[in-house]
């Protein structure tokens, strides 16, 4: 604050690592408060479009849905996939990511249909982006395997939850406790 001019980008950094720190301790309230001031330095200092603004986008998108609001969090992540669009190649993995985010808040709202429509855009994404065994395609799998479960498809449920399963015991530690999640949501 001392050393550089009010709007500088590191300034920005800074209040998204705070806000981060603030995140992980479960402080919302303070970690929105410096992922806005952090979202505010950006808008000044970057062009309209930066994928830096849809990083921050996506950070408040996450505080607000981990704090149950959603309508603001679907905004907020809304907001992000919108930046990443113009800013990103159809196919990065920060693009698969959005959509993640959104699914999560259409599940977490009850609103499934929309919720599987997002997690299958994404793992769309992620096949092309990252290598088929890759942790992240697990968890959109799982992801859309829950989906399935709250729907009470439990054939396609099961079929999802048992390809998670097929790639986090090549990706991960015999020993790892998402193994133990992917054993459960198949039970």
Do not use: C, F, W
């Amino acid at each position: 604050k001392i050393a550089l001019p009010p709007n500088h980008p590191d300034l920005a950094s800074s209040y998204n690592n705070i806000g981060l720190v603030y995140d992980n301790m479960g402080e919302y309230s303070k970690a929105l408060s410096s992922y806005e001031r952090s979202l505010e330095i950006k808008k000044i200092a970057l062009p309209t479009n930066h994928p830096d603004l849809a990083g921050s986008y996506l950070n408040i998108g996450n505080v607000y849905s981990k704090m149950g609001e959603y309508s603001k969090a679907l905004s907020s992540h809304e907001r992000s996939l919108e930046i990443g669009k113009i800013a990103l190649p159809s196919n990065h993995p920060d693009m698969a990511a959005s959509y993640n985010n959104i699914g999560l808040v259409y599940y977490n709202m009850g609103e499934y249909s929309k919720a599987l429509s997002s997690y299958e855009r994404s793992l769309e994404i992620q096949k092309i982006a990252l290598p088929p065994n890759h942790p992240d395609l697990a968890s959109s799998y799982n992801n859309i395997g829950t989906v399935y479960d709250n729907m009470g498809e439990y054939s396609k449920a099961l079929s999802s939850y048992e390809r998670s399963l097929e790639i986090k015991k090549i990706a991960l530690p015999t020993n790892h406790p998402d193994l133990a999640g992917s054993y459960h949501n198949i039970g």
